[in-house]
């Protein structure tokens, strides 16, 4: 009984572990936040930072985001290198 309560526990530690992992990578770097503070502004201000409904906006306005705040993005993972690349 001792050794399935102790499993237990770690089961769930691991899973709190993996909980607060994901949730640090979910924010945005600071490289990324000075560079696209405008494109906030302009287009998504409305939204908490590191939030989800702000990262839709940003997807949905990336046409309009400017050349910088993409490029950090890019740089920080967040966006495929192809969103670089504009017509």
């Known amino acids: 009984m001792g050794t ?3 499993g237990l526990i770690s089961a769930a530690a691991v ?4 909980l607060v992992a994901s949730s640090a990578s979910a ?6 936040k000075k560079a696209c503070a405008g494109d ?4 998504c ?7 989800t409904e702000l990262r839709r906006c ?7 985001l400017s050349r910088i705040c ?4 890019v740089d920080a993972g967040e966006v495929p ?4 690349k504009r017509k």
Not at 15 to 18: D, K, N
Not at 27 to 32: D, G, I, L, M, N
Not at 70 to 73: G, R
Not at 81 to 84: G, K, N, Q, S, T
């Open 40 to 43: 906030y502004q302009t287009f």
């Open 58 to 64: 940003f997807e949905s306005n990336r046409k309009g």
């Open 15 to 18: 899973a709190g572990s993996a």
């Open 4 to 6: 399935l309560k102790a």
């Open 81 to 84: 290198a192809r969103y670089l």
């Open 27 to 32: 924010a945005y770097t600071e490289k990324v």
């Open 45 to 51: 201000s409305q939204y908490a930072p590191d939030s």
């Open 70 to 73: 993409i490029t950090a993005l």
